[in-house]
């Protein structure tokens, strides 16, 4: 790839390995389907529809791919959960509602390379089974829309999209869909539901599972843009060439969104889990801004629980027991969950000494309280506890004892809601809690008041 | 010598065997049915689980997570590993961490739930305390107060006292989203069970929700009402006090009243109802659960028709015409003077026009009085209408099947017509009408009754024909007797008494009775409703063996019509659909 040239100043870190982001900020690129045919584009999915479906699956399982949007789970074991005997059609869907906050990767391959997506998705319908495509596109990328539609018109002309796609007789139609701005759209029975025309509550599972009962009860495959992107890149290297990037359980590039306080943010595709939290932050990104230290990470979108930059970690159970120090930590799915936190989405949120904690707490429960659909009860009315709660602290205007209101709140949500927004709301203030109590404590003041004398002594009664 | 290895049959091989699962629900194993939704598997193990939005009627979408219980299965068995069973044939539970909803999820062989315990003691608590945190908290002069399943909960599951020292978030109060429901916006807990029940039961999805997060407020849709007349259900639907009856709102407080089981008798339907009394006067009526009838449900117009028996006109006293004005006497004196009057005229001169409104036992009264009579000239008034395709069948009579065993009067316009033109002719002299208004439901006008000499109508409401009439004898509403009536599909039902009828008025079969006793000039052996169906049960065969406690509370089916009806179809479908419960 030494003969890519980058737009000045946008040009990759040597530590990058660019296989999705290869033609983002790339010098001379456009989003013409010439272009990117004269780039070697659509060879593999020339290559796929010579293939059997079931073998496009089984690489994908083999190459170790796993998602992209925040969950991790295996792409190609989540494609084998179609029913064996479906009669229903079955639908694909790219998820391209990147909301999680800290997030900015699909973006730039929505904007910068559709038909990249657009191959990866016609290669992944094919593999599936699908002959109906949507692009979910959040609302917020209203030009990408416009650059995607106008990608698929371009394939569709080339014959990549629409009827007897190359002479197989394999069809697919793609639609763009755009969303109404909100979060949780990105889940996934969130998304079917809206897509359906419906309000974006997501479903309970079970039944609802997408892959067996999803967009109009019928088998749906819901992927991430990233992931369906990999697809093409799985094709074109083998199963056993991707699976050789990154390590063993996180195989593949990954594009980590480093955002906050740090020299040089930005995106970087780099191989999953080659790198550690030293060298993204100091070597990658340049450090900490002058004069100030680094204080703690959300590793993983704003869902993923905050790591304390002096936290030592306790990974593996029994003899394989060590300890581990951030700076250690490898980004990579299996790692990070052992730290207690999680890879998510790769956002990357870096916090300094100058950063207070109420506030960031403060700020993510607005928007988790705001974004909040409002269908199951603890989600629904936690949230905006968690929110009044925060904003008190933030005003100097809680008691201590708010502290523990607030992490109980977090607790009562956790574990008990429809889908995983309860968790991502929770996460994040049960480990700002658990990590920086101290410091929270200190914004509170015993003079305030916590609550009323009369429900005080209504407590006391209640709990001898 | 051979060894032989005795083969113990397991406990899940001998609920296979009947489609049955083993479960242990807090401790006790029970076999349920494959498939059964754990929240009704934890019912049967009398483990009632706490639930605002699941109903066995409507969809599942698991959002109050109230019925939150801990699960447990058998550990996953390695490839080539076989399951290791206990001394009691089980394989042992490994319990999960995190607690799962009841309400959607189904049990399967070896299930373990637990209904109590810190996990799920916890959840309840905290899910409690959410619902209360933003609700306002006005029970004082809410009308669900006392059937408040928020009320219940918290004194059962929650915490007894509140944290919450922030402002609650304020929405719409009072909001009028229909013609007989109006809604709370505050006080709604988002379960979304009138939401459904417009969408898949009323086929009117009217309702919905706007907004998001602690702001989520249920709306009606732009430019439409809750107008539909199955509309009220969301009222008993709503498990709180947001959406409330205009009819009853502010009236009573549900503690007072007393509750008598009884059926409705605006169609042929016959949906079961509660009737809700205090002292002399009917506060509500509501369905009551008849899955061979009306479901959980029944039609706003229905419900609301006990208004018509609660007005100034209702007669309270027997009256005999003198001198062309009606003069308030005694029981006992308008009695002999109808008798007297009666003998007047030749049998064939005398009509009877009973009503398929009455029930079995004063239509069998009724029989017996025109054998007495010696008449042949009995009809009863049809009421026909359209169907609504739901509840409400095209018959408006509650009774007609009853009418068709006991006075077989199969044809009875016919018979009405003759009488009709027996009067005109001068043939018929003398009527005796029970129930009818025949102004209002048979067109009959003052020139078809010119030439009639005596007219005797028993009525419970003021009307034109009591009005014609030479003695007018008061009698009860629907809620003000016992008896029996056959619905559309052929099932027997019963109708309990739930106040004593006003002033001096009686009830309608003792009032026949006693008229046919003067006639007749004989001895009372009937002197409680029992006696007349016993009579009935021997005479018409169809009763045979038929008593009140017979019927019970749920009724019987005694006949068979071949008639359906058609909300009970479509939920059928649902049901197999697996969408409902059921």
């Known amino acids: 790839m030494a003969d890519i040239q980058y737009l000045p100043g946008k040009e990759p870190h040597p530590r990058e390995h660019r296989l999705i982001f290869k033609n983002i900020d790339r010098q001379g690129w456009d989003t013409s389907i010439a272009t990117y045919i004269a780039d070697g584009g659509y060879e593999q999915l020339k290559k796929a529809v010579k293939m059997e479906p079931g073998a496009i699956t089984d690489e994908v399982k083999k190459s170790g791919l796993r998602g992209r949007g925040g969950a991790g789970f295996p792409t190609g074991v989540k494609w084998g959960f179609i029913p064996p005997n479906n009669t229903k059609p079955v639908y694909l869907i790219c998820n391209c509602d990147e909301s999680e906050p800290g997030t900015f990767k699909d973006r730039y391959i929505v904007h910068q390379d559709p038909h990249q997506l657009i191959e990866g998705m016609v290669i992944s319908a094919f593999a599936v089974g699908s002959h109906t495509a949507y692009l979910y596109m959040r609302e917020e990328f209203p030009a990408a829309a416009e650059t995607m539609e106008a990608a698929i018109e371009e394939a569709r002309e080339k014959g990549f999209v629409g009827k007897n796609i190359l002479g197989t007789g394999f069809d697919l139609e793609i639609y763009v869909h755009r969303g109404a701005a909100a979060y949780i759209c990105g889940e996934e029975t969130g998304l079917i539901e809206s897509l359906e025309g419906k309000r974006p509550y997501p479903r309970i599972k079970p039944p609802y599972f997408p892959a067996a009962l999803g967009l109009y009860m019928a088998p749906t495959i819901v992927n991430n843009v990233e992931s369906l992107c990999h697809v093409k890149h799985i094709i074109e290297m083998g199963s056993d060439a991707y699976a050789k990037l990154g390590v063993e359980r996180n195989t593949g590039t990954r594009i980590l969104c480093v955002s906050g306080d740090v020299k040089k943010p930005g995106y970087y595709e780099v191989q999953v889990g080659t790198l550690t939290m030293r060298e993204l932050l100091y070597d990658i990104c340049g450090g900490p801004k ?56 790769g956002g990357v949120i870096v916090l300094d000494d100058s950063r207070k904690m109420s506030w960031v707490l403060n700020n993510i429960n607005h928007f988790y309280a705001h974004e909040s659909c409002g269908q199951c009860t ?87 | 010598m051979s060894e032989t290895t005795e083969t113990q049959t397991l406990p899940k091989d001998l609920a296979a065997e009947k489609g049955l699962v083993n479960v242990q629900i807090d401790g006790h194993w029970i076999q349920v049915p494959r498939g059964t939704r754990m929240i009704e598997a934890c019912k049967q193990a009398a483990a009632e689980v706490p639930h605002y939005c699941y109903h066995p009627k409507l969809s599942s979408p698991g959002n109050c997570r109230m019925c939150m219980v801990q699960m447990g299965m058998p550990p996953r068995l390695a490839p080539g590993q076989d399951p290791e069973y206990n001394n009691e044939g089980y394989q042992d539970i490994g319990w999960m961490p995190r607690p799962v909803i009841a309400c959607a999820n189904t049990v399967a062989e070896n299930m373990g739930i637990r209904t109590q315990g810190e996990l799920v003691e916890k959840t309840r608590e905290g899910v409690m305390e959410f619902l209360l945190i933003n609700h306002p908290l006005d029970c004082p002069i809410c009308d669900q107060a006392g059937e408040c399943t928020l009320q219940e909960y918290s004194v059962e599951h929650g915490r007894g006292t509140s944290r919450f020292i922030e402002d609650k978030v304020k929405k719409p109060k009072n909001v009028d989203i229909g013609p007989r429901v109006n809604l709370d916006d505050e006080r709604c807990v988002m379960c979304s069970r009138c939401v459904r029940f417009m969408d898949e039961v009323a086929d009117d999805a009217v309702l919905g929700f706007t907004e998001r997060g602690t702001h989520t407020t249920l709306t009606c849709h732009p430019d439409r009402k809750l107008d539909s007349n199955y509309g009220m259900n969301t009222i008993d639907l709503c498990p709180v006090g947001a959406l409330t009856s205009k009819d009853f709102r502010f009236q009573m407080r549900v503690w007072f009243l007393k509750e008598t089981k009884s059926i409705d008798v605006n169609c042929a339907t016959g949906c079961n109802t509660t009737i809700w009394t205090r002292g002399s006067q009917v506060y509500r009526v509501t369905p009551r659960r008849n899955d061979a009838v009306n479901s959980e449900w029944m039609p706003d117009s229905h419900r609301l028709s006990f208004h018509k028996f609660q007005g100034n006109d209702r007669l309270t006293d027997p009256m005999v015409k003198a001198d062309g004005k009606h003069e308030v006497s005694a029981w006992n004196q308008a009695l002999d003077a109808s008798a007297e009057a009666l003998k007047q005229f030749d049998a064939a001169e005398v009509a009877i026009i009973a009503s398929a409104r009455m029930t079995n036992e004063e239509l069998f009264l009724t029989k017996t009085l025109a054998q007495v009579l010696g008449t042949e000239s009995i009809a009863t008034v049809a009421r026909d209408d359209q169907a609504d395709g739901k509840l409400i069948s095209a018959d408006r009579n509650p009774n007609t099947q009853g009418v068709n065993l006991i006075l077989g009067t199969e044809g009875s316009a016919g018979r009405l017509i003759s009488i009709k033109n027996g009067l005109q002719d001068g043939k018929i002299k003398a009527l005796v009408i029970l129930q009818e208004d025949v102004f209002e439901a048979a067109e009959f006008t003052h020139d078809d009754l010119a030439g009639c000499e005596l007219i005797i109508s028993v009525a419970a409401v003021a009307n034109h024909t009591a009005e014609a009439s030479d003695i007018v004898l008061p009698s009860s509403s629907f809620a003000e007797k016992r008896g029996s009536m056959i619905n559309v599909t052929g099932r027997l039902q019963r109708l309990n008494q739930a106040l004593q009828p006003p002033g001096n008025a009686r009830e309608d079969w003792e009032i026949i009775r006693d008229l046919t006793l003067k006639l007749a000039g004989e001895q009372n052996d009937l002197f409680i409703i029992e006696d007349v169906l016993k009579l009935l049960a021997s005479s018409v065969k169809e009763f045979e063996g038929i008593t009140f406690s017979k019927i019970g509370d749920q009724g019987l089916p005694l006949i068979d019509t071949g008639e359906t009806i058609p909300l009970l179809e479509a939920e059928k479908q649902r049901i197999n659909n697996g969408e409902i419960v059921g």
Do not use: H
């Not at chain 1, 230290?293 to 003899?319: H, M, N, Q, W, Y």
């Open chain 1, 378 to 464: 603890p989600c629904r009315e936690g949230n905006g506890w968690m929110k009044k709660l925060s904003d008190r602290i933030v005003n100097g205007e809680a008691a201590p004892e708010d502290i523990q209101t607030l992490e109980d709140v977090a607790y009562q949500i956790d574990g008990k809601t429809i889908c995983a927004f309860g968790e991502a709301s929770s996460w994040p203030v049960e480990a700002i809690i658990a990590k920086f109590r101290d410091e929270l404590t200190a914004e509170t003041s015993e003079n305030n008041q916590y609550l009323s004398k009369e429900q005080l002594q209504r407590e006391e009664f209640l709990t001898q």
């Open chain 1, 290 to 345: 002058d004069g100030r230290e680094f204080k703690a990470v959300i590793p993983g979108g704003s869902s993923s629980k905050i790591l304390r930059c002096d936290e030592t970690f306790k990974i593996g159970r029994g003899e394989d027991a060590k300890d581990l120090d951030f700076w250690d930590i490898q980004m990579d799915f299996d790692t990070l969950a052992a730290c207690g936190s999680m890879a998510g989405s």
